[in-house]
């Protein structure tokens, strides 16, 4: 490692919302890296219609990471590997939470291996409160008027709210 230089590590996904689980990875990936940069895509990986846009999203985090400089958010176009190299990052950050999230975590991993090679995946498991959520279910809680107050922080609460109010 270069002690000169940063080590970044960017955290890519959806986060339609960002929940507690993803909050989690964040903060612990500071462990690990000098900047974590939360990467929202502009084209999910695997098919989904979001709730929130991009720039929604990408404010929610904001908020959420409000405390901490070490993490900053933006969003992306394109190949994560080039997205990374324009950071500068060494790391791929990504959340396991159980068996189901393996094969296709590992096959993306090794995919980005094969684009570039001067990046790592490192994955991180979640504290065991947070293992069970995920953005899709807290949408639909959320939706069904299901308290998700747990499973979310107070920014992302309130534009839930806000849009199942708006969208009956
Ligand atoms: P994608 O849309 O790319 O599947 P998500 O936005 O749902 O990604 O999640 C981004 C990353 O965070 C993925 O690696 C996912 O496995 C992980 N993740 C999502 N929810 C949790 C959670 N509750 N605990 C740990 N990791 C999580």
């Known amino acids: 490692m270069n002690a000169q230089r940063p080590l970044v590590a960017v955290y890519p996904g959806s986060f339609d919302p960002v929940t ?18 939360v990467a929202v895509a502009h084209t999910a990986t695997q098919k989904k219609a979001t709730l929130f846009d991009v720039d929604d999203r990408v404010t929610m985090i904001g908020e959420v990471f409000a405390d901490e400089p070490r993490i900053i958010c933006t969003s992306f176009q394109g190949l994560l590997v080039d997205f990374c190299r324009s950071r500068g990052a060494q790391l791929v950050i990504r959340g396991l939470r159980a068996v189901s999230d393996f094969e296709y975590e590992f096959q993306m991993a090794q995919m980005n291996q094969e684009l570039s090679d001067d990046l790592e995946t490192v994955f991180l498991t979640p504290d065991v409160n947070y293992s069970f959520i995920s953005a899709s279910l807290v949408r639909e809680v959320a939706r069904l008027g299901g308290d998700v107050s747990a499973f979310v922080s107070p920014p992302v609460l309130r534009r839930l709210r806000t849009a199942f109010q708006e969208t009956p």
Request: hydrophobic residues 40%; charged residues 40%; proline residues 0%.
């Open 20 to 37: 507690r689980g993803h909050e989690d990875i964040a903060r612990r990936c500071l462990r690990l890296a000098d900047q974590v940069v």
